[in-house]
């Protein structure tokens, strides 16, 4: 009996298919030529200038100077993304601020807003009414930069999946449909971007997103990162794929038990290791009025600081410890406020995990306990996400950043 087979792509599927495969080597080499095109993709020169020549036409490439390969022949013209066009909207919506961010197709910010408050204070809506605000004044000043937004991305905390954040304890939230809110929200302000697609994911997803594609890892494909902020979030990146889990709701780690006699947690538990490791803990501990008044105690060698830190960095490595011995990744990332604080977390943190780790590789001076990089964050990542989708289907979101159709 004959198995059913894929339907073959036409004429036109075909092509739009190579688009995205030479403006995704483009991209990925940042600056090459139709040759150097051609020789990684295993097309002829005629086709890849083809589809060079329509990718140009459509604001997606720009050519810029000659390059010299040192043989016989003409210099190749330079290709390179272009910094105008379709761009990702990132918006991240944390306990105490909210950023905005747009990024072009190279994927440099262009444009950034961040405006810190309590989220706490307000409604579900509310919050994302002024993220909306937020993003639409990001949109304005990108519009005089010659980028249109190709789609939002939303990065939230606590368990995010369908759109909807099912629960973040830290908000109060449960059940919130943050997409559709956030969409009705911004279409009211700017009524250009009715239909604008929205996606959203949490936001230390989002982060190790950030980290992978624009981070210093590397040749690290397989890491868990850990964004310290009023909780603590994480996210379990596999070979260069996120890891979510049955249900998109992985990497809860800062409602992993460390004590179960601690502290009562918002989640409703005992003991959750953001009552020791996330910022609001940590400072109460310490005494401190904000992450720099910390580190500036901890660096004057204030008892109290020292103390609380020194806990919190034990808290942090039992509960990597057992992570890490389910996992076994390549590197542990923190963000979030933990660069600010690692010469004080990583002591004891190191310490741990070099005694509760079975393969015995995370050892104090093994280099796998990392700092996340400045550039990296999740309203970055979650910019990056929209600009996946065009560099995918290049055809499709270039007719829409310019508002007209081709076929």
């Given at each position: 009996m004959n198995q059913p087979t894929e339907p073959k792509a036409d004429k036109s599927g075909v092509r739009r298919h190579n688009l995205s495969l030479v403006l995704r080597t483009v991209h990925e080499a940042g600056e090459t030529t139709r040759?150097?095109?051609?020789?990684?993709?295993?097309?002829?020169?005629?086709?890849?200038?083809?589809?060079?020549?329509?990718?140009?036409?459509?604001?997606?490439?720009?050519?810029?100077?000659?390059?010299?390969?040192?043989?016989?022949?003409?210099p190749g013209t330079v290709l390179k993304p272009a910094d105008t066009g379709p761009a990702g909207l990132g918006v991240e919506i944390n306990v105490d601020y909210v950023t905005a961010c747009v990024a072009d197709l190279t994927g440099?910010?262009?444009?950034?807003?961040?405006?810190?408050?309590d989220n706490r204070a307000s409604g579900a809506g509310e919050v994302l009414a002024r993220a909306a605000r937020i993003a639409a004044g990001a949109l304005d000043e990108a519009a005089g930069l010659g980028l249109a937004p190709a789609g939002a991305g939303l990065a939230l905390p606590g368990l995010v999946s369908g759109g909807t954040v099912r629960q973040a304890p830290n908000l109060g939230w449960n059940d919130?449909?943050?997409e559709r809110l956030f969409a009705e929200a911004l279409t009211a302000l700017r009524p250009a971007t009715a239909g604008l697609p929205v996606a959203s994911d949490n936001e230390a997803n989002s982060a190790a997103l950030a980290e992978l594609w624009f981070g210093s890892l590397g040749e690290v494909r397989t890491f868990?990162?850990?964004?310290?902020?009023?909780?603590?979030?994480?996210?379990?990146?596999?070979?260069?794929?996120?890891?979510?889990?049955?249900?998109?709701?992985?990497?809860?780690?800062?409602h992993v038990v460390v004590d179960a006699e601690g502290p009562r947690c918002r989640c409703g538990a005992r003991g959750c290791?953001?009552?020791?490791?996330?910022?609001a803990a940590l400072l109460a501990s310490a005494?401190?009025?904000?992450?720099?008044?910390?580190?500036?105690?901890?660096?004057?060698?204030?008892?109290?600081?020292?103390?609380?830190?020194?806990?919190?960095?034990?808290?942090?490595?039992?509960?990597?410890?057992?992570?890490?011995?389910?996992?076994?990744?390549e590197a542990v990332v923190l963000g979030g406020i933990y660069p600010h604080l690692m010469p004080w977390l990583t002591?004891?943190?190191?310490?741990?995990?070099?005694?509760?780790?079975?393969?015995?590789?995370?050892?104090?001076?093994?280099?796998?306990?990392?700092?996340?990089?400045?550039?990296?964050?999740?309203?970055?990542?979650?910019?990056?996400?929209?600009?996946?989708?065009?560099?995918?289907?290049?055809?499709?979101?270039?007719?829409?950043?310019?508002?007209?159709?081709?076929d």
């Amino acid at each position: 009996m004959n198995q059913p087979t894929e339907p073959k792509a036409d004429k036109s599927g075909v092509r739009r298919h190579n688009l995205s495969l030479v403006l995704r080597t483009v991209h990925e080499a940042g600056e090459t030529t139709r040759a150097a095109v051609a020789a990684r993709v295993g097309l002829t020169r005629p086709a890849v200038s083809s589809l060079v020549e329509q990718l140009l036409d459509l604001g997606l490439l720009v050519e810029s100077g000659k390059t010299f390969s040192g043989q016989a022949g003409r210099p190749g013209t330079v290709l390179k993304p272009a910094d105008t066009g379709p761009a990702g909207l990132g918006v991240e919506i944390n306990v105490d601020y909210v950023t905005a961010c747009v990024a072009d197709l190279t994927g440099t910010d262009r444009v950034r807003r961040t405006e810190r408050l309590d989220n706490r204070a307000s409604g579900a809506g509310e919050v994302l009414a002024r993220a909306a605000r937020i993003a639409a004044g990001a949109l304005d000043e990108a519009a005089g930069l010659g980028l249109a937004p190709a789609g939002a991305g939303l990065a939230l905390p606590g368990l995010v999946s369908g759109g909807t954040v099912r629960q973040a304890p830290n908000l109060g939230w449960n059940d919130v449909p943050a997409e559709r809110l956030f969409a009705e929200a911004l279409t009211a302000l700017r009524p250009a971007t009715a239909g604008l697609p929205v996606a959203s994911d949490n936001e230390a997803n989002s982060a190790a997103l950030a980290e992978l594609w624009f981070g210093s890892l590397g040749e690290v494909r397989t890491f868990l990162h850990l964004t310290g902020e009023i909780g603590v979030g994480g996210a379990i990146v596999v070979h260069g794929e996120l890891l979510r889990g049955a249900h998109g709701f992985s990497g809860e780690i800062g409602h992993v038990v460390v004590d179960a006699e601690g502290p009562r947690c918002r989640c409703g538990a005992r003991g959750c290791l953001e009552q020791y490791a996330g910022q609001a803990a940590l400072l109460a501990s310490a005494g401190a009025a904000g992450v720099p008044d910390l580190a500036r105690r901890a660096g004057a060698r204030e008892p109290r600081a020292l103390a609380a830190l020194a806990e919190a960095g034990r808290m942090l490595g039992r509960a990597l410890s057992g992570a890490v011995n389910l996992l076994d990744p390549e590197a542990v990332v923190l963000g979030g406020i933990y660069p600010h604080l690692m010469p004080w977390l990583t002591p004891a943190l190191t310490e741990e995990l070099a005694d509760r780790v079975v393969s015995g590789l995370w050892t104090p001076d093994a280099g796998r306990l990392r700092p996340a990089s400045a550039a990296t964050d999740a309203a970055r990542g979650a910019a990056a996400l929209v600009l996946r989708d065009v560099l995918a289907d290049p055809l499709t979101h270039a007719v829409a950043a310019a508002g007209g159709r081709r076929d």
